[in-house]
């Protein structure tokens, strides 16, 4: 199904949720400068080519980029481009924006608050910090703040996957025998093991770390709390890649000039997503003491599974693209690339992602093998690989697909394209060469998350090349991958800046060459999916949380806070506790 | 549904590749007889290590002819003891636990690497073979001084090895 | 996009025949990577955990 031409642009269709997806993009653009930014400063740091801060702080740097780039940056990012993708294929507006604009509010409070807890590490003045990095491991403590910001966060994203549901039931009842288009069934889709997925860090959260970061319990376990951060915390990758993986889906392939080779497989490529995200989380946990083998095993063969829907995407989005070129006049076994659109910022951006994805699958595929993680967990080459998922694979898509939606929802051209197309080209070059010698490095054992990695007892033993190449690698890319980013950010302000015009193309995605009739029925049946989706969690994680319990109790063995942070609040808040407990005594 | 020849066949050598991947690591545990650490070894109070027989007064010894145990705590930020000293060609068996939060042992630029989580005691086993020294770090974010928390396993020749008198 | 246009291919005469070379090519680097990784890289590394000997 795409949109007639006459139906003009995102704009002129939905004025009222251009907006709300403007907003979430501009929340996500300043999320992205940010985190750029303490990209940059981590380099330097790291490398001991610049130290503006102690050591000490280093880590606060670190939260804040992490925080900011895969949650802030990606999550508002994604909101945006689902609200556009079910509005624009059911071609319907939401049924309420005052309740689209509320978890719009709650996301953004959320990430002020987080935020907040973060930067206070930075000041002495301000007596709150929060670096207990992206994973916030107990007994690491952050500022209640910051799990109340996450928890506000989560709760919003939750919200706005039910704001896409309620259109789809509404135009359900108006359309009973349609089939459900295929960029609102991937939102619904992701929509679901999301929510299945952040179950687990939500819980976490709300009943451990939160009242025990308030002092209303005393203690909380190391190993739960940690498992039910993996539990959500593979998911959450999959929850930044799917839009990614729609765009390339329902955008690339027009953008190539072609069509998308197949509708039915891409379904089955996201019910395989549904049903496979959340049973894997143990794979981050494979050198987890307390964790049986046998669980590591069963988690392994499900992730090895999971490569499944990735590989089929590569077929079918390269062949989208390759029958995009052949109608452009390509020919030959290889000869039909040069026929593709590269000069076009939308396309080369959107087709380079890919490949660098291609890439991040390999050590991703490593990463999954359960006793070669001896060789690799917690090494930089875990950097290295998630930099070409999320910072690649999903940045530079979405990046470049806002050359795309930008005009679409400000009826404005993009300021300037061939800034556009430097920008996504500076940016894979700037993560190769980072990368790649991030990954080289981790193989020699240089660790992750570490404000010094220099120690004075040893030196790392590089076969190939020197160790002074590889950080002289990472010094130039990341410094690339900032300029991109600056680059970016200048294209996006100058676009906004710049006066409407009518000559847009009109809203619309690919259309399909074996389209939804050629899908089996049952693919959109969402309740036997999410069915099995819970069944398999349940065999996944009923046995390995019910041990760690079972041995550690639902509070662990022992072991006292470890605040990052040093606050009033919480010495008050406990004084006011243990009197109280004194009173009732 | 309308599935494509070639789409077919890459269906089938991505099967090809899960399957192959899946087979490999199985090798490596049954046929190598890699072992993964795991919830073999009892749970520990964080809070009490001072009480533990071993990781009250934590170090090498000797537990069969050629086999030596080395027990470890870590904490904020250094290793107890900080430097271990085995002999080449033996058998080691790694006992480490913590006292307060998350860290990990990993001997850098190897395969003996661990997490270390309060109230488990992260169990491996590796031969040594070589004399040598590799560094010993803590590769999990541990708080503020995360990056001065390192050691040394120092291999020495089999003849010259001595265990240190228990203090 | 469609003024470039210069030929309409259907699902039926489309064969992706440069998307199987790519793919191939994809999984022949995959297959020897992984082996280099693990027989090589991992395998070859030295301290490499194995079970209690008893």
Known sequence: ?585 | MKIHTYEKFWLAASMLLIVGFILTITYGTVGIGIAMVDDSADTVDPDNLGDHPKFSDPGVEQVGENEYDVYVRALQFAFIPGDVEVPANSTVTFHVTSSDVIHSYSVVGTNANTMVIPGEVATITVETEEPGEHGIICTEYCGSGHHNMAGKLIIVPEDEFELEEEQ | MSSKLQREIGHDEFDPKGTLALITIYFVIISVLWIFMYFVEFLGNDLTVVGAIA
């Open chain 1, 1 to 585: 199904m795409s949109l007639g031409a006459n139906s003009g642009t995102y704009l002129d269709q939905f004025p009222g949720e251009a907006k709300v997806i403007r907003t979430a993009f501009y929340s996500s653009f300043i999320a992205l400068g940010i985190g750029a930014l303490m990209g940059l400063l981590q380099v330097f740091h790291r490398l001991d080519i610049l130290r503006l801060i102690p050591s000490e702080d280093y880590y606060s740097y670190l939260t804040l980029h992490a925080v900011l780039l895969v949650l802030t940056f990606s999550i508002f990012f994604l909101v945006g481009v689902f609200t556009w993708a079910v509005t624009t294929s059911l071609d319907r507006g939401l049924e309420d924006l005052r309740y689209t604009w509320g978890w719009y509010g709650l996301m953004a409070v959320g990430t002020l608050m987080a935020g907040v807890a973060i930067i206070g590490g930075f000041f002495d003045s301000i007596p709150m910090s929060a670096a207990v990095l992206y994973t916030f491991y107990a007994p690491l403590q952050a500022h209640p703040l910051f799990y109340l910001g996450l928890a506000l966060f989560i709760v919003g994203s939750w919200l706005a996957g039910l704001d896409w549901f309620r259109s789809w039931w509404a135009w359900r009842s108006e359309n009973p025998d349609e089939r459900i288009p295929l960029p609102t069934f991937m939102a619904l889709t992701t929509t679901l093991f999301w929510i299945i997925s952040s179950m687990g860090v939500a819980i976490s959260v709300v009943v451990f770390l939160l009242p025990w970061s308030l002092g209303l319990i005393g203690q909380v376990d190391a190993l739960l709390t940690r498992t039910l951060f993996w539990f959500f915390g593979h998911a959450v990758v999959y929850f930044w890649l799917m839009p990614a993986y729609m765009l390339w889906y329902v955008m690339l392939p027009k953008i190539s000039g072609g069509k998308l080779f197949s509708d039915p497989l891409a379904r089955v490529v996201f019910v395989l997503f549904l049903i496979l995200s959340t049973p894997t989380g143990i794979h981050h946990q494979y050198l987890d003491p307390g964790i049986a083998e046998g669980f590591k095993f069963i988690v392994m063969v499900n992730t090895m599974f999971l490569l499944l829907p990735s590989l089929l995407t590569a077929f079918t989005v390269v062949a989208s693209m390759e029958h995009g070129a052949r109608q452009r006049g390509g020919t030959g076994y290889f000869g039909w690339l040069r026929a593709l659109p590269w000069r076009d910022p939308v396309f080369a951006g959107m087709a380079l992602a890919g490949l660098m994805f291609a890439a991040a699958g390999f050590s991703g595929m490593i990463n999954a093998g359960m006793n070669i993680n001896y060789l690799v967990h917690n090494t930089w080459w875990i950097v290295g690989h998630f930099h070409l998922t999320i910072g690649t694979a999903v940045a530079l898509t979405f990046m470049a697909t806002t050359y795309w939606f930008l005009p679409q929802l400000t009826n404005k051209e993009i300021w300037s394209k061939s800034v556009g197309l430097a920008q996504v080209l500076l940016w894979f070059v700037g993560m190769t060469l980072m990368s790649n010698a991030m990954h080289r490095s981790g193989l020699v054992g240089v660790p992750r998350r570490t404000a010094e990695p220099q120690y004075s007892g040893f030196d790392y033993e590089v076969a190939a090349g020197s160790m002074a190449e590889l950080n002289m690698q990472v010094a130039i890319g990341g410094t690339l991958l900032f300029i991109s980013t600056l680059l970016f950010l200048t294209v996006v302000v100058m676009t906004v800046w710049g006066s409407k015009v009518d000559t847009l193309p009109a809203n619309g995605y690919a259309e399909t060459l074996s389209g939804p009739e050629d899908a089996p029925l049952v693919l959109d049946n969402l309740k036997l999916w999410t069915a099995i989706a819970v069944v398999l969690v349940v065999l996944a994680y009923a046995l390995p949380l019910a041990s760690i319990i079972g041995r550690r109790g639902l509070f662990g063995p022992g072991g006292s806070p470890s605040p990052q942070f040093i606050d009033t609040l919480v010495f008050t808040g406990q004084a006011i506790v243990d009197s109280a407990v004194g009173v009732i005594r």
